[in-house]
């Protein structure tokens, strides 16, 4: 069980849709040590949640969705801005 002064450590981000409506899904521990976490970590810190656009997506677009702690956000692919574009890059191990 995690404190309440300590940080959520679990991003999951999920990416669904576009021309094959295929959906992928991945979980990263931010506690842990590496490359890829430390820089996730430093995007979550970055990025203000709530200020991520939604709306509907494009026709076979991707739809997007955020989840670290008690915050989700669901953003459509031409909402992702860059921070948000890579940190599901990292996330999704594509990058």
Not at 8 to 29: H, I, N, Q, Y
Request: glycine share 8%; net charge negative; proline share 4%.
């Amino acid at each position: 069980m995690t404190s309440s002064s300590q940080p959520p450590s679990l991003l999951e981000v999920r990416r669904s849709g576009g021309f094959a409506g295929l959906t992928t899904s991945r979980t990263l521990d931010l506690a842990t040590s590496g490359a890829r976490a430390e820089e996730a970590r430093s995007l979550v810190r970055r990025i203000d949640f709530s200020q991520a656009r939604s709306g509907p997506s494009h026709p076979d677009g991707y739809v997007y969705r955020f989840r670290i702690g008690d915050t989700e956000v669901t953003v459509a692919e031409q909402h992702v801005d860059d921070d948000l574009r890579r940190l599901a890059e990292l996330v999704l191990d594509e990058g």
